[in-house]
């Protein structure tokens, strides 16, 4: 963990944003503990930032800059990165496509999607990855978390989300947190710009993968992300798009009404509570 290794910052904006972070810590004596500390951000992360492995968050900017007593230069920085595609699938999902999308819907055959998922149930879902340290799983739920933002933005995105109806029974942690997980998606189905819609287990057009389909405003084409168990692929590719929107609407095809659905999803609130003890 304590280990800095040289950092080329001419191979892309995120290596230059974090050889210039390295530099302006040790200009003023700070080590990457003493800067985690005044930034709320884990050392093992700050040592990711500086290689370049993450990207930092808009609020670890704004507090570097605030830190080394920069009029702005961290944040012009984290603004060139974003508008240069990184290697990292998930960024360019993060920080240039999902917060600009004015209608989202989303396809999940296995778990509540990424946006709709409560803290304690996102951390067993990352808690599942083979090999990864608690401090990794810490830094992901952190990322998660900070995109639910969306749902509060105003105006916030329509959003259509599908999920295959099994994922209501699936135990993917204990009965508390999966009561609190049903709860929660209730809480959502109920906003205006929100529709959720269980989709029938016999469906199989959509067990491939999950995905997301994003349409953005002033006319740009759409913008899908197709998960693996590997990694993601984002693209606006016009016959990518189009195979996925088939798929959608096929999926959708499958979907039961609204309403029903929402029913469904208050039942199976009862069916976690008496396997948690709560009734």
Not at 11 to 17: K, L, V
Request: glycine fraction near 6%.
């Amino acid at each position: 963990m304590g280990r800095e290794r040289h950092l080329d910052p001419n191979t892309g904006p995120r290596a230059f944003f974090g050889s210039e972070l390295r530099r302006c810590r040790k200009r003023i004596g700070l080590s990457q503990p003493q800067l985690g500390e005044r930034t709320t951000c884990s050392p093992d992360m700050i040592g990711k930032i500086e290689r370049g492995e993450r990207p930092p968050s808009p609020e670890f900017v704004q507090k570097c800059d605030e830190i080394f007593g920069l009029d702005g230069h961290f944040h012009r920085l984290y603004q060139f990165m974003l508008q240069t595609p990184g290697p990292a699938w998930f960024t360019r999902w993060l920080e240039e496509i999902e917060p600009q999308a004015t209608v989202l819907r989303t396809w999940d055959p296995l778990l509540i999607p990424g946006l709709l998922q409560t803290e304690d149930y996102a951390r067993c879902v990352f808690r599942g990855a083979p090999g990864i340290t608690p401090e990794e799983v810490e830094e992901r739920l952190q990322i998660r978390m900070r995109r639910k933002a969306l749902l509060e933005r105003e105006p916030p995105p329509m959003m259509w989300i599908l999920i295959d109806e099994y994922v209501l029974q699936r135990p993917v942690a204990d009965p508390e947190t999966m009561t609190g997980q049903v709860r929660y998606l209730v809480e959502v189905a109920q906003r205006p710009h929100v529709t959720v819609q269980l989709v029938a287990a016999s469906c199989v057009t959509g067990m491939m993968s999950a995905f997301m389909i994003a349409q953005l405003s002033d006319g740009r084409p759409d913008v899908v992300n197709v998960e693996s168990s590997a990694e993601g692929r984002i693209t606006a590719d016009h016959e990518v798009v189009a195979q996925i929107w088939s798929r959608y609407d096929t999926i959708r095809a499958s979907a039961y009404p609204e309403h029903l659905s929402r029913q469904m999803i208050e039942e199976a609130i009862p069916v976690w509570e008496r396997r948690a003890g709560l009734i």
